[in-house]
């Protein structure tokens, strides 16, 4: 079955499935989770079970009919809603769309299923129109809502479903999971160090070890060994690539606070653990220092992603003179 891909997930499944077995299944199911942990795998095939209309089982059949139109992804009973391309938002028409079809028969004979995706971008009124549903449920009908663990959901439609969150594998399990995958060609404190920049999650750290993503890391990092002693930060200017400027950010950011955590002799929480020389040399830094470069660089993140429109090359470009400056200070 999919899930087998994605190990972690089969104790999830067998709880909301068991749950859909025994007909306790509630109504509106509201999943949390981190992004790049196999997610929409998971609720997929959870909308796969509800669907089904032959398995007694936690699996589903895959063989009757509603199985084959879902795995044909031409499933009439199977709704999934999400922002459009370049939208940012779930409008009211989206969802009263859906809203005026739950109440009828379904077309199949069993369950309806409705996925909002995403589901803390909807507007406040197509939340409210929602919560409308979602307060008198038509019958044999099954909502799942969706979303990043840290997303702002309404708190009237939070409360209105029954919240699960989307367990992530233990650090160990994840890197033995990613040596399965074929990335066996880094290190054990490589992969850890990928993993713990990715939230733990699991699929989100492939992205980051694809190999010219991770060598640009190590480009930055091999950079910053040159230019801190120096007090050159200007030099790192050439190792930022305007369209991943926030995550090179995020990185120094990661690297500073695992300088502190080493000052703090809490070294077993550091996350870039394939970079202790970095670390090291970053922790001869007084605290001040590192504390006041951090808040600059968090500050600069912030900035690039809350205000459009800036120009990124002057943003950073400030920090690096104002990094300098840091630096340059007595303490
Ligand atoms: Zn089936």
């Not at 589903?60 to 199985?67: E, N, R, V």
């Not at 069993?110 to 197509?126: D, F, R, S």
Request: glycine share 2%; hydrophobic share 40%; net charge neutral.
């Amino acid at each position: 079955m999919i899930l087998n891909d994605y190990p972690w997930l089969s104790q999830p499944y067998q709880q909301l499935a068991s749950g859909i077995i025994n007909k306790r299944s509630h109504h509106a199911l509201l999943i949390n989770y981190v992004q790049g942990s196999g997610e929409n795998k998971f609720i997929s095939k959870l909308a796969n079970r509800l669907l089904c209309q032959c398995s007694q089982q936690l699996e589903p059949c895959l063989s009757c009919h509603s199985c084959q139109l879902f795995l044909a992804h031409h499933h009439p009973d199977y709704s999934v809603i999400t922002n459009g391309q370049d939208k940012q938002s779930i409008g009211i028409d989206q969802i009263r769309n859906i809203a005026s079809r739950v109440y009828e028969k379904s077309q199949q004979g069993g369950n309806k299923v409705i996925w909002i995706k995403h589901a803390a971008l909807m507007t406040e009124a197509a939340a409210n129109a929602l919560l409308k549903t979602l307060e008198e449920p038509p019958q044999n009908t099954y909502f799942i809502l969706s979303d990043e663990h840290n997303s702002q959901l309404l708190p009237t439609i939070h409360s209105r479903c029954f919240s699960y969150f989307l367990t992530l594998p233990k650090l160990e399990q994840s890197i033995e999971w990613l040596k399965k995958q074929h990335y066996q060609q880094y290190s054990d404190n490589e992969l850890a160090s990928a993993l713990l920049l990715s939230e733990n999650a699991p699929l989100k750290a492939t992205a980051l070890l694809a190999p010219e993503k991770w060598q640009q890391r190590k480009e930055f990092c091999d950079h910053l060994l040159e230019v801190v002693p120096q007090n050159n930060y200007w030099q790192l200017a050439k190792t930022f690539n305007y369209e991943d400027v926030i995550e090179r950010i995020i990185w120094f950011c990661a690297l500073l606070s695992d300088a502190l955590k080493a000052k703090q002799k809490v070294g077993r929480f550091i996350v870039n653990r394939d970079q202790v020389p970095l670390i090291r040399l970053l922790a001869t830094k007084s605290n001040e220092k590192l504390s006041a470069l951090y808040d600059l660089w968090l500050q600069a993140r912030n900035q690039l992603l809350t205000v459009t429109g800036l120009n990124k090359e002057l943003i950073v470009y400030n920090v690096l003179a104002q990094s300098e400056l840091i630096s340059e200070t007595k303490n």
